[in-house]
T-cell receptor, first 114, second 113 residues
Framework: DTGVSQDPRHKITKRGQNVTFRCDPI?????LYWYRQTLGQGPEFLTY????????KSRLLSDRFSAERPKGSFSTLEIQRTEQGDSAMYLC????????????FGPGTRLTVT | AQSVTQPDIHITVSEGASLELRCNYS??????LFWYVQSPGQGLQLLLK??????LVQGIKGFEAEFKRSQSSFNLRKPSVHWSDAAEYFC???????????FGKGTLLTVNP
């Protein structure tokens, strides 16, 4: 068990560019979550996958955001036409069916939009 | 609305002193509650969790928390703080459907030598 991993750890991009982040959950975990954390705030829920199905999306997830989990393993989060307001830490978490509320977080991807 | 609240934005303690970080919750039924710790630029590490049963729960790194229904609180404690405990601490609870979590705004802990 190597924990949840995320790549890249840091991303600096110019406004209007597209970015993609990857999350690899703990291998036996079928539930995967994306959260966003801005400075001075706790993480806020963005979207949820159970296996490969995206079952819930927050209103925070504008149509510029898309997430996938094609084979029920790793997940990607893409932001199109980035805006300065997208600058934040993007956190991925996973949990197992047996301990559904107990989520384990990755190190996060820090996005800076200039 | 169901939520958790951390009243203290920033707390400073001296190394070796005791620590208590506050968390209040607003849920109709007994919630699942968690404490996470986040070091600068890092993800969140689960410190401890409360589901039911014994109201005093032990976690990692010498932390404990007590669930008090009468006060709607789930405060985190440590008897003697180490410099390495300096970090941001988040209380979390159920955020509605699909087991998502809702977090407090966090308490930043500074430890003075």
């Amino acid at each position: 068990d190597t924990g949840v991993s995320q790549d890249p750890r840091h991303k600096i991009t110019k406004r209007g560019q597209n970015v993609t982040f990857r999350c690899d959950p703990i291998s036996e975990h079928n539930r995967l979550y994306w959260y966003r954390q801005t400075l001075g705030q706790g993480p806020e829920f963005l979207t949820y996958f159970q296996n490969e199905a995206q079952l819930e999306k927050s209103r925070l997830l504008s149509d510029r955001f898309s997430a996938e989990r094609p084979k029920g393993s790793f997940s990607t989060l893409e932001i199109q036409r980035t805006e300065q307001g997208d600058s934040a830490m993007y956190l991925c978490a996973s949990s197992s069916a047996g301990s559904s509320y107990e989520q384990y977080f990755g190190p996060g991807t820090r996005l800076t939009v200039t | 609305a169901q939520s958790v609240t951390q009243p203290d934005i920033h707390i400073t303690v001296s190394e070796g002193a005791s620590l208590e970080l506050r968390c209040n919750y607003s849920y109709g039924a007994t919630p699942y509650l968690f404490w996470y710790v986040q070091s600068p630029g890092q993800g969140l590490q689960l410190l401890l969790k409360y589901f039911s049963g014994d109201t005093l729960v032990q976690g990692i790194k010498g932390f404990e928390a007590e669930f008090k229904r009468s006060q709607s609180s789930f405060n985190l404690r440590k008897p003697s703080v180490h410099w390495s405990d300096a970090a941001e601490y988040f209380c979390a609870g159920p955020g509605g459907s699909n087991y998502k979590l809702t977090f407090g705004k966090g308490t930043l802990l500074t430890v003075n030598p």
